[in-house]
């Protein structure tokens, strides 16, 4: 009888621990959804771009947030790819060039940035920014990250 409530309770604990797994993802896809409802700029240039960043085995993290006219993008490499950062970087403009888009690209591999622009899209969905304020807060970024090159 110990021994069946026992295998129970350990049944519970690994099913109940296998569901969360996905929470970094639906939050990610939340945050995105929210985000186009939510503010005046749409953000789907920037969505696709990070996406399609995502797949670079290189990039560890990559955010981007677009205004109307600029874009700021902000990534991380893996550690061990580090001391190849100036060609990963040129390699990087080069296919974005090819993406032909119609916003002015500012890309970063400073931390600083990508906290910062982390930070404006949860500010984005939690405070419902305008058109105006996205604008201001996006080149205050791209200012910023002309500051720590």
């Known amino acids: 009888m110990v021994f069946r409530i026992v295998v129970l ?16 993802q639906d939050t990610d896809r939340l945050l995105h959804l929210s985000s186009e409802a939510s503010t005046a700029v749409t953000q789907q240039v920037s969505h696709d771009i990070e996406e399609w960043l995502k797949k670079n085995p290189e990039i560890k993290a990559v955010e981007a947030v677009n205004g109307e006219k600029e874009m700021v993008l902000a990534y991380d490499v893996h550690h061990e790819k580090r001391f190849q950062m100036s060609e ?7 296919q974005l ?4 888009s119609s916003l002015e690209v500012t890309m970063s591999s ?8 982390m930070e ?10 305008t058109k105006k304020e996205i604008n201001h807060r996006v080149k205050k970024i791209i200012s910023l990250s002309y500051e720590t090159a």
């Open 120 to 129: 404006l899209k949860k500010d984005m969905v939690k405070k419902n920014l």
């Open 110 to 117: 400073d931390k600083k940035i990508l906290s910062e622009v």
């Open 97 to 100: 060039s090819e993406k032909k």
């Open 88 to 94: 990963i970087e040129s390699k990087l403009k080069k």
């Open 9 to 24: 309770m350990f049944l519970i604990v690994v099913l109940g621990a296998c569901q969360g797994g996905n929470q970094a």
